[in-house]
């Protein structure tokens, strides 16, 4: 296994046990590794979008963060900063032990707190939207605004309500049970050893079998924003909205 890959994976050991990654000189001493080498790889892994630093720092790594977002996600014994609406409810989908957490946040349309137990098994049941305001063919000009900006609402009405009071055009809204469905399978084998993103096809054919297909403008974008190092400047980098999904 290259150094790349070891760190990658004593990053995510480290959210998943302790809820937050080791420090450089706690890899190093794991690892066997020199504190340089694990700095290298770290920004070899940012470079790549496994990890994303802020100042030598790893404040993510997908589907988990170091700084608050807006989530909270509460396991049996952890507590985790959720990245996003999207990340949140992926964690227990990923965390072998936590098969059952709480996501809770507060609305940002009208400030009331929201909260859902979510597991792998169903989407959580309740009338809330979550809402997408970056384009995602650019997630990752700025990927924590991004993440900080896909946030859970308790209706269409706080989303656009919320739009108005910001100055922001209204992005993507999806329901909950949608939302579920985006996050269920997306980070699947992040925790093994060898992981690889899906190739555009394979994502495509993913976001369509949750539900983003149809009124979901800007499809192709989004996959290779989501799959690739860079969007190619050919592809249109519009993102439209779209009513709630079905």
Not at 61 to 72: D, E, K, N
Request: hydrophobic fraction near 40%; aromatic fraction near 10%.
């Amino acid at each position: 296994m290259n150094h790349d890959e070891a760190v990658r994976l004593a990053v995510y050991r480290g959210y998943v046990n302790d809820g937050r990654p080791p420090s450089v000189e706690e890899m190093a001493v794991e690892l066997a590794l020199s504190a340089n080498a694990v700095r290298e790889s770290l920004h070899s892994l940012h470079l790549a979008r496994h990890v994303v630093l802020r100042d030598d720092q790893i404040v993510m790594a997908h589907p988990f963060a170091s700084v608050p977002l807006g989530f909270s996600v509460m396991g049996t014994d952890t507590l985790w900063w959720g990245g996003c609406a999207w990340d949140s409810f992926a964690i227990p989908q990923l965390c072998p032990d936590d098969p059952e957490v709480l996501v809770a946040t507060q609305c940002p349309g009208c400030g009331k707190p929201l909260s859902w137990v979510v597991n792998r098994e169903a989407p959580p049941v309740g009338d809330e939207v979550a809402h997408f305001l970056v384009p995602m063919a650019q997630c990752w000009d700025d990927v924590v605004h991004t993440c900080n900006n896909q946030r859970l609402y308790c209706s269409v009405e706080c989303v656009q309500r919320w739009a108005e009071s910001t100055g922001h055009e209204p992005g993507y809204v999806m329901d909950l049970a949608t939302l579920w469905r985006l996050a269920s399978r997306w980070y699947e084998g992040r925790l093994e050893a060898g992981y690889q993103r899906r190739e555009p096809v394979r994502a495509r054919e993913y976001f369509r079998e949750v539900g983003l297909s149809g009124p979901f403008r800007g499809l192709d974008c989004f996959v290779l924003s989501c799959t690739c190092h860079e969007v190619p400047h050919s592809y249109d980098r519009t993102w439209r909205r779209h009513p709630v999904a079905d």
